[in-house]
């Protein structure tokens, strides 16, 4: 950990360097519980998945029409066969098909273990109990094998793993109902400030009304996470100690905004480094550069800027990525587009900048991308109507119409 007084000098850390540590100083959980199916949606598996069964179960026909054995039968003209029955999707053909027989037969129904070709209806002429097949009928087709699509006995998947609506029906095709996944992280936020005003209140002069935790509750909105949310904490150093060692007993991550930097009210650093030990304090980006993060005992907090642009901002960059690790979630880098600017964008080298903009894409699939308004990290109509930002590396000193920029997608919560 890092002496506080001696970070005051030295240079801020890169976004990179900031996530590296992180990395570092956190262990993904290692608790699991079962949970149903139904409630599986967005959880990390803990476990590996082999499947007792095989997938499909049984020899069954991939289309509507008639099966019959293609032994004895000359493709390269036409014949017909005798209609004996009929096998129903879940009511299989319980008789023998012999030579010269053939069988109605539905899609998924079970095959006959003598059949061996599967004729779609429409290419087939029924006269009564006769059926006409045309020369070079395409025999040994449209059977779906046993096992193809999943062995009895494999590895379906391996933890750890997300599991999305499409895992859970494979799971359930498995016959799978329960699963063993991740225990949840249990998060606690709040917000600090004495100015903060709780919705429903009318705001008296100077107060405002506390946004940043309505944002935060919308963002830790996964599966994966229990939260808790505590509500507006004073400017007061001892208010703020007793909240953050009683959230660290039964929480994994505290998440604070506000009084994270270094003005007369900001307590943020200075108590959490009296009772617990602060790793870093400043990161070279903008908005978002005051984010303490660090240890109370196995707690890890993240104690975020007040101004609301700047919450969405460490959330998305760094808050997010280290929730994900912490849930034992596989990590996924995600896609980054390039586009081409519309906009003058001002900006001075020294910190990696996050400009909210709005990206489109021309009828070539080209991208251009427009700023959205006012950048200030209290301006939240912008980065609300942005559906993306612009990301500007430490040494870029301003962009010109025409430039090529990176983009991040915001998405629904981040
Ligand atoms: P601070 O980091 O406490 O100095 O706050 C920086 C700015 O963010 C100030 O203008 C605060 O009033 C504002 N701010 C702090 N907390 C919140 C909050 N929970 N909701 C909205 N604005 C906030
Ligand atoms: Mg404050």
């Given at each position: ?17 900031a996530?590296?540590r ?14 149903t ?7 990390v ?23 019959f ?14 209609l004996?029955?009929?096998s ?22 079970v095959l ?5 070709s599967v ?15 045309s ?6 087709k ?19 793993k997300?599991l ?27 917000s600090?400030g ?20 309505y ?10 996470y ?14 703020l100690?007793a ?9 994994d ?9 270094v003005g007369?009210?900001?307590?943020v ?31 890890c907090f ?42 003058v ?5 020294g ?23 006012k ?5 939240l ?34």
């Amino acid at each position: 950990m890092i002496d506080l007084c001696s970070q005051e000098s030295k240079p801020m850390l890169s976004i990179d360097e900031a996530l590296a540590r992180i990395k570092t100083a956190i262990q993904p959980i290692t608790g699991s519980e079962t949970v149903t199916l139904k409630n599986a949606l967005g959880r990390v598996l803990a476990e590996q998945i082999y499947s007792s069964v095989n997938s499909p179960f049984e020899r069954n026909a991939a289309m509507d029409g008639y099966a019959f054995s293609s032994a004895n039968i000359n493709k390269d003209q036409p014949f017909t066969l005798n209609l004996i029955g009929t096998s129903w999707a879940g009511k299989p053909f319980k008789g023998t098909l012999l030579a010269g027989q053939c069988i109605r037969i539905f899609t998924g129904a079970v095959l006959p273990s003598e059949a061996d070709s599967v004729i779609m209806q429409e290419q087939v002429v029924a006269k009564g109990q006769t059926i006409h097949f045309s020369a070079h009928t395409a025999l040994g087709k449209h059977i779906r094998e046993v096992g193809e699509d999943i062995k009895q006995g494999s590895l379906v998947y391996a933890s750890p793993k997300k599991l999305n609506a499409i895992d859970l029906g494979l799971l359930a095709s498995l016959g799978i109902y329960e699963v063993t996944v991740k225990r949840l992280v249990r998060i606690a936020f709040f917000s600090t400030g004495d100015e903060l005003t709780e919705l429903g209140k009318p705001l008296a002069s100077g107060q405002i009304y506390d946004s940043n935790r309505y944002t935060l509750n919308g963002l830790l909105n996964d599966p994966n996470y229990c939260i808790t949310d505590m509500g507006v904490i004073a400017d007061n150093k001892q208010l703020l100690e007793a909240s953050f060692i009683e959230a660290s007993t039964k929480h994994d991550v505290i998440i604070s905004t506000g009084g994270a930097s270094v003005g007369e009210a900001d307590f943020v650093k200075e108590v959490l480094s009296r009772c617990g030990e602060v790793d870093f304090w400043k990161i070279a980006i903008k908005p978002g550069k005051p984010l303490a993060f660090g240890k109370i005992g196995e707690c890890c907090f993240f104690g975020l800027p007040g101004n609301p642009v700047a919450v969405v901002v460490t959330f998305k960059y760094i808050v997010a990525t280290a929730l994900k690790q912490l849930s034992g979630a596989p990590e996924l880098k995600s896609l980054q587009l390039t586009a081409i600017c519309k906009s003058v964008l001002k900006k001075s080298p020294g910190r990696q900048e996050y400009q909210r903009g709005i990206l489109t894409q021309d009828i070539n699939g080209k991208y251009f991308v427009e700023s959205s308004g006012k950048q200030d990290s209290n301006i939240l109509s912008s980065i609300s109507q942005a559906n993306c930002f612009i990301v500007l590396p430490i040494e870029c000193n301003g962009v010109q119409i025409g430039n090529e920029v990176r983009v991040d997608l915001i998405g629904e919560t981040i």
